[in-house]
């Protein structure tokens, strides 16, 4: 079984500064990482997700984050947080090579001061 | 190119009675998934269609079943509704090249209200 935890509810950073959300996993089989974002009232975007190879892993918008199998840490990082990062963040996983039951972690609401 | 569309937006009911919530996938997906998320909490997995049957379920009681047509869309159809179904539904579409599935993309969800 997998699951996922992330740690710390709210984070605030001031514009500009590091972006640091950071996610836990746990998986019995090796696992896909995903991370995703939700603006209010709206679903879930994929922002990246980590399946195999390179363990530094780019996404949209200068997200990025690095799978590290000794930690089964996943976190996401960005180097200057913009207004628009004000969001919720979401952690998944699931088994490898078969994405049908995909766990989320409790999500990390964002704020960005200006 | 549409993504996942789910329909309705938003949903009022009360205690007892029956929804149906409905969801397109993406062009050239063929897989539906359903979560369910309450608010302040991530999605909770509720059921996977294929090929017209349910794949794989989560731990959700029968009271929540749900049906997939021919053209890949689904509905997600929930019995004797409680208060605590109250939630945020997300439908979620992929493309299955084998036993498993590829990357989920999700709709704007429905928000039920059951009052």
């Known amino acids: 079984a997998q699951s996922v935890t992330q740690l710390g509810s709210h984070v605030s950073v001031s514009e500009g500064a590091l972006v640091l959300l950071r996610c836990n996993y746990s998986s019995s089989v090796p696992p896909y990482l995903f991370w995703y974002v939700q603006y209010p009232n709206q679903g879930l975007q994929l922002l990246l997700k980590?399946?195999?190879?390179?363990?530094l892993v780019k996404g949209i918008n200068g997200f990025e984050a690095e799978f590290k199998k000794s930690e089964t840490s996943f976190h996401l990082t960005k180097p200057s947080a913009h207004m628009s990062d004000a969001a919720e963040y979401f952690c998944?996983?699931?088994?490898?090579?078969?994405?049908?039951?995909?766990?989320f972690g409790a999500g990390t609401r964002l704020t960005v001061k200006p | 190119d549409a993504g996942v569309t789910q329909s309705p937006t938003h949903l009022i009911k009360t205690r007892g009675q029956q929804v149906t919530l409905r969801c397109s996938p993406k062009s050239g997906h063929d897989t539906v998934s359903w979560y369910q998320q309450a608010l302040g909490q991530g999605p909770q997995f509720i059921f996977q269609y294929y090929e017209e049957e349910e794949r794989q379920r989560g731990n959700f009681p029968d009271r929540f079943s749900g049906h997939q047509f021919p053209n890949y869309s689904s509905e997600l159809n929930v019995n004797a509704l409680l208060l605590g179904d109250s939630a945020l539904y997300l439908c979620?579409?992929?493309?299955?090249?084998?036993?498993?599935?590829?990357?989920?993309?999700f709709g704007p969800g429905t928000r039920l209200t059951v009052l």
């Open positions: 980590y399946t195999t190879g390179a363990t």
């Open positions: 979620a579409s992929s493309f299955s090249p084998g036993q498993g599935t590829d990357t989920q993309y």
């Open positions: 998944a996983v699931s088994p490898a090579y078969n994405n049908n039951d995909m766990r």
